[in-house]
C-alpha cells in the first residue's frame, strides 16, 4: 500500500524532510559556488592575460626580425616613364635617368592559310634563342648573316606529327613548349604569330625545320614553311627584338628587359615609357626611418596596452576596495617580472653606440608603461640608423667584408666568435682536352647527355654547322644543357666556357652535391669535342671553424657545430684567402629576446599554461565535490524521511490508542448515576 507522508499523523513530512536537507546542503554549496565563481574569474583572467601577452608579441615581431632595418624608400620624379624600387642594400643617393629606346620582344608571322584547321606537314621545330643579325626586306635587302645563341636559354624542339599538324595544332605546341603564339586572322588569312616571351636583342627566336613530308628542309613548302634562319627565312619578321636604352648620370646602358636590377646595387627600374629629351627623370634612395620608427611606435603601444591589462588583473583599486583577479598571482608577477627585465638590461655582444633603450629616447614611466622622446629617436634614425639593428634584432656583424651573417638560431649564445676557413666551397666541372677551331657539328658528334648534381638529363643535340669560335661552341652547349627538362624541373643549370682550347662544364650549384658527368656521346664527340665519358671533378663544401670549433659545411654556407655556443649560426663565404678571417659578433637584441621569451611563456608547456591546467583542475574537482554532496544529500534525505515516516507511524498508532481511549472514556457511566438508578 502506498501511504502519504504525513497522512496518519498530519505531519507535513515532505516540507520537514525538503527544509531539513536544504539546511545541510546550503553551506557546503554556497562554499562550492564561491570557489568555483573565484576559479572562473582567475581562469578568464588569465585568458585576458594571455591574450595580451600574445598582442604585445605581435607588436614586437617585426622589430626582432634582421629585414625589417633594411628598407629604403626610392622615388622617382616621373614614375609614368621610370618607376624605382630599392632593397636593403641600396645605398642613399640621387641619380638622372633617361630613356631613348624600350625593350620589345621578338615577333615572326607565318603566311595566309585557308582556316585554323589546315594542315601544314610534319616533322620537328627546333626554336633556339640568341641574337639575330637580320635586315628584313624593308628597308632592304633582305639577308639573313648570323645567328648567336643566348648561353643562358634552353633550346625548344616540337614534334609536328599526324595529331598535331594543322596550324592550331603547330600554335598549341609552341604553347605548350612555352613559346607564345597564336592565329590571327589579318584578311588575307590565317596567320601563326609567333612572339618570343622574353624581350631584348638576345632573345631573338631562330627556327630551323626538319621537314619529314618532303624531306625538304628550306622549301617554304610543308612545315618548312615556319623556318626563320640562316638558310631560310620563310617567315616575316613584324618586329625586331631590341633592349631599352637609358643612361645613369649620362652613362649609356642597355638592359635586355623593360627591368634593369643588376645595374646599381639594391636598385630595380622598371621603364614605363620614353623620357623627354634633355629632361632626366631624378631617382632618390633614402632609408626608410618612417617604418622603422611606426614600428618602434607599435611596439611601445603594444607593451602599454600590456601594461595597461595586466595592471587591471593585478592591481587594487583602493576607492573600491576590490582587488583584481590574479592580484598577487605569482606567474602573472614572474612574467612581467622577466619582460621588465629584458626591456631594462643592456643587449650584450653588441659593439655599437647605445646598448640600451633610454639611450634611444625610451622610458620607463612610474606607471611601469614606456614613453617616448620623438627628438631623440629622430636624432638616432638621422645619424646612427644602421645600428638600431643590433639593439633590436638578433645579428652577426662580422668583421672581414667578404664574411656574411645569414642566420642563427636559439641555441646561438651571444659572443665574439673567431672565423678560420680552411677550404673554400667549389663547383663541379668536367674539362674536356684541348681542341681546335674552326670545328664542324655534324651527324657524328652532335648528340650527348650528361648528368648534373645528380640529375641526368635526356638527349641532347646540338646545332649542326661550324664554329668559329669557342665562344659559340660554349654558348651553344650550355644553351642545349640548361634547356633540357629534366635539369630545369630540379632548377639546376651550368656555365659553360673554353679555357685554353678546353671545354669547361661547370654546375652552378656549390658543395659536395654539385657534379657535372658526361653519360653518353656520339661517334665522334672524343676527337672533335675533346669530351669523352665519365666523371668530372666534384664540388666541396666550405670547411672551416667558428669560435674554434669545427663547423659544418653546406656549399659556401658554413654552420655552427651542434652543441656548440654558436650552434645554429650561419655564414656565407664565397671567396677571399684561406685561414683566419676576423671575427664575428652575435647579438641577440631586445625584440628577439621578447619574441623569444613571450613565446616560451605561451607555450602549451609553458608555465601560464600550467597554471590555467591547474585553475581548470580545480573547477573539475568542484563538480566532484558536487556530485558526493549529492549522493550524500540522498542518504541524508532518505534517512530523515525514513526517521520520520516511523515518527508518523508512531504519531498515528498514539492517535489511535487516543481515539480509543477517548471512546472508553466516554463509554464510562457519568458519576452519580447509580445513585439515580436505585
Do not use: C, W
Not at 613559346?179 to 638576345?202: M, P
Amino acid at each position: 500500500m502506498i501511504r502519504a507522508a504525513g497522512v496518519g499523523s498530519g505531519l507535513d513530512i515532505e516540507g520537514l524532510v525538503t527544509q531539513l536537507v536544504a539546511a545541510e546542503r546550503a553551506p557546503v554549496e554556497n562554499r562550492l559556488a564561491r570557489q568555483e565563481v573565484s576559479l572562473t574569474q582567475e581562469l578568464s583572467a588569465f585568458g585576458q592575460f594571455k591574450g595580451a601577452l600574445s598582442a604585445f608579441q605581435g607588436s614586437v615581431k617585426d622589430l626582432s626580425e634582421l629585414a625589417s632595418f633594411g628598407s629604403r624608400t626610392a622615388f622617382s620624379s616621373n614614375p609614368d616613364a621610370i618607376d624605382v624600387s630599392a632593397d636593403a642594400s641600396a645605398i642613399a643617393s640621387n641619380y638622372d635617368l633617361e630613356v631613348s629606346q624600350l625593350a620589345r620582344a621578338h615577333s615572326l608571322a607565318s603566311g595566309a592559310y585557308g582556316s585554323p584547321a589546315e594542315e601544314v606537314g610534319t616533322g620537328t621545330l627546333t626554336l633556339r634563342f640568341g641574337s639575330t643579325d637580320y635586315q628584313p626586306p624593308e628597308p632592304g635587302p633582305e639577308s639573313y648573316n648570323s645567328f648567336t645563341p643566348n648561353p643562358e636559354r634552353g633550346a625548344v624542339s616540337i614534334t609536328i606529327d599526324n595529331t598535331n599538324n594543322t596550324l592550331e595544332g603547330v600554335r598549341d605546341a609552341l604553347n605548350e613548349a612555352g613559346v607564345s603564339a597564336s592565329i590571327v586572322n589579318d584578311g588575307s588569312g590565317y596567320r601563326l604569330l609567333i612572339n618570343a616571351e622574353s624581350t631584348g636583342v638576345e632573345n631573338s627566336i631562330e627556327i630551323s625545320v626538319s621537314d619529314l613530308g618532303d624531306g625538304n628542309d628550306l622549301d617554304g613548302a610543308g612545315l618548312s614553311a615556319f623556318a626563320f634562319s640562316a638558310g631560310a627565312t620563310n617567315l616575316e619578321q613584324t618586329v625586331a627584338a631590341q633592349d631599352a636604352l637609358f643612361t645613369v648620370n649620362g652613362l649609356a646602358i642597355s638592359s635586355a628587359t623593360n627591368t634593369a636590377s643588376e645595374v646599381i646595387e639594391g636598385l630595380e627600374f622598371t621603364f614605363n615609357g620614353l623620357t623627354d629629351e634633355n629632361s632626366p627623370v631624378q631617382i632618390g634612395i633614402e632609408r626608410d626611418t618612417e617604418s622603422v620608427k611606426e614600428l618602434i611606435d607599435g611596439f611601445i603601444t603594444g607593451f602599454n596596452s600590456f601594461v595597461s591589462t595586466v595592471n587591471s588583473l593585478t592591481g587594487y583599486n583602493a576607492a573600491t576596495g576590490v582587488g583584481g583577479p590574479l592580484q598577487g598571482d605569482f606567474s602573472a608577477r614572474s612574467a612581467v617580472g622577466q619582460i621588465r627585465q629584458v626591456l631594462t638590461n643592456a643587449v650584450a655582444g653588441f659593439d655599437g653606440p647605445f646598448t640600451s633603450l633610454s639611450e634611444i629616447g625610451i622610458t620607463t614611466q612610474s606607471d611601469g608603461s614606456l614613453a617616448l622622446d620623438g627628438e631623440r629617436m629622430d636624432e638616432v634614425l638621422a645619424s646612427n640608423f644602421d645600428d638600431l639593428v643590433g639593439l633590436f634584432a638578433a645579428v652577426g656583424f662580422p668583421s672581414d667584408a667578404g664574411v656574411e651573417y645569414v642566420a642563427s638560431s636559439d641555441a646561438t649564445a651571444v659572443g665574439s666568435y673567431a672565423v678560420d676557413i680552411a677550404r673554400l666551397a667549389s663547383r663541379g666541372q668536367f674539362t674536356g682536352t684541348a681542341i681546335g677551331f674552326p670545328l664542324t657539328i655534324d651527324a657524328n658528334n652532335d648528340s650527348f647527355s650528361v648528368l648534373i648534381d645528380g640529375i641526368t638529363s635526356g638527349d641532347l643535340a646540338l646545332t649542326q654547322g661550324s664554329y668559329d669560335s669557342g665562344e659559340a661552341l660554349a654558348a651553344e652547349i650550355q644553351s642545349r644543357i640548361n634547356g633540357d627538362s629534366a635539369l630545369a624541373a630540379e632548377s639546376l643549370s651550368v656555365s659553360v666556357s673554353v679555357v685554353g682550347n678546353q671545354l669547361q662544364i661547370t654546375s652552378d650549384r656549390y658543395g659536395s652535391a654539385s657534379r657535372v658527368d658526361i653519360t653518353a656521346l656520339d661517334t665522334n664527340s672524343a676527337a672533335t669535342l675533346g669530351l669523352s665519358i665519365g666523371a668530372g671533378i666534384p664540388g666541396v663544401d666550405i670547411g672551416g671553424t667558428i669560435g674554434g670549433v669545427a663547423a659544418l659545411g653546406s656549399g659556401q654556407i658554413l654552420r655552427g657545430g651542434v652543441g656548440s655556443p654558436v650552434e645554429g649560426l650561419q655564414l656565407q663565404v664565397e671567396s677571399g684567402d684561406l685561414g683566419p678571417r676576423g671575427t664575428v659578433a652575435f647579438s641577440q637584441g631586445i625584440g628577439y629576446q621578447l619574441f623569444a621569451l613571450i613565446d616560451t611563456m605561451l607555450d602549451a608547456d609553458g608555465a601560464l599554461d600550467s597554471r590555467t591546467d591547474g585553475l581548470q583542475g580545480r573547477v573539475e574537482d568542484i563538480e566532484d565535490q558536487r556530485e558526493v554532496l549529492d549522493r550524500r544529500m540522498e542518504a541524508l534525505e532518505a534517512r530523515y524521511r525514513s526517521q520520520f515516516t516511523a515518527l508518523d507511524t508512531l504519531l498515528s498508532q498514539f492517535q489511535v490508542t487516543s481515539d480509543f481511549l477517548t471512546q472508553q472514556l466516554a463509554a464510562l457511566p457519568k458519576a452519580g448515576s447509580l445513585n439515580n438508578s436505585n
